[in-house]
């Protein structure tokens, strides 16, 4: 029943995305489509919390990770690692890994994303105090650094594809 319920807000949401897009008379999308507007999702419960770090339920998680904030790394639909919120990274053997953030990406009011930021973000992920209920994916990565602005250096234990988080 669950599934069906997940299925069918699914859909749902794909067909408003679907709807609320910018189509010419014969039905094309339109090249020079305007930016911007509100769309208005209906599911069949709100939205528990609007922190990440804190959200426990599916959806919010969902909208969470794939609306509201970037994550570093995506799956592309061959199931690759595609680019997010880093425009590149560098892998350092087993044990460590470096992020190179893009400068385009800026948080509501205009202010840049840095690598403080995402620092900031994987420390309270890591505090137990916060109860970030996806813990389990930093289990085995132990530090993290900025050397720059828009550059972020973690350090883990080695183990099996450590940025499949």
């Known amino acids: 029943m669950r599934g069906l319920r997940n299925l069918v807000g699914t859909s749902f949401l794909?067909?408003?995305?679907?709807a609320c897009a910018d189509r010419n008379q014969d039905g094309d999308t339109a090249a020079?489509?305007?930016y911007g507007g509100?769309?208005?999702i209906a599911n069949n419960s709100d939205l528990t919390d609007l922190n990440p770090l804190?959200?426990?339920e599916k959806?919010?998680?969902e909208?969470?990770?794939y609306m509201l904030f970037l994550p570093l790394v995506r799956h592309a639909k061959d199931l690759s690692l595609e680019p997010a919120l880093a425009e590149?990274?560098?892998?350092?053997?087993d044990t460590g890994v470096v992020f190179h953030l893009r400068?385009?990406?800026r948080w509501h009011d205009g202010v840049p994303t840095t690598a403080r930021d995402v620092v900031f973000t994987y420390q309270r992920a890591q505090d137990p105090e916060t109860a970030f209920p996806n813990a389990e994916y930093f289990q085995s990565w132990t530090g993290v650094e900025a050397p720059d602005s828009f550059t972020v250096r973690f350090t883990f234990e080695p183990h099996m594809d450590p940025l499949a988080g």
Do not use: F, H, I, K
């Not at 590149?88 to 053997?93: E, Q, S, T, V, Y």
């Open 14 to 18: 794909v067909l408003a995305v679907v």
């Open 32 to 34: 020079d489509a305007e």
């Open 38 to 40: 509100t769309v208005v």
């Open 54 to 56: 804190v959200a426990g």
């Open 59 to 61: 959806y919010s998680q």
């Open 63 to 65: 909208v969470n990770r």
């Open 88 to 93: 590149r990274w560098d892998m350092l053997g």
């Open 103 to 105: 400068r385009d990406v």
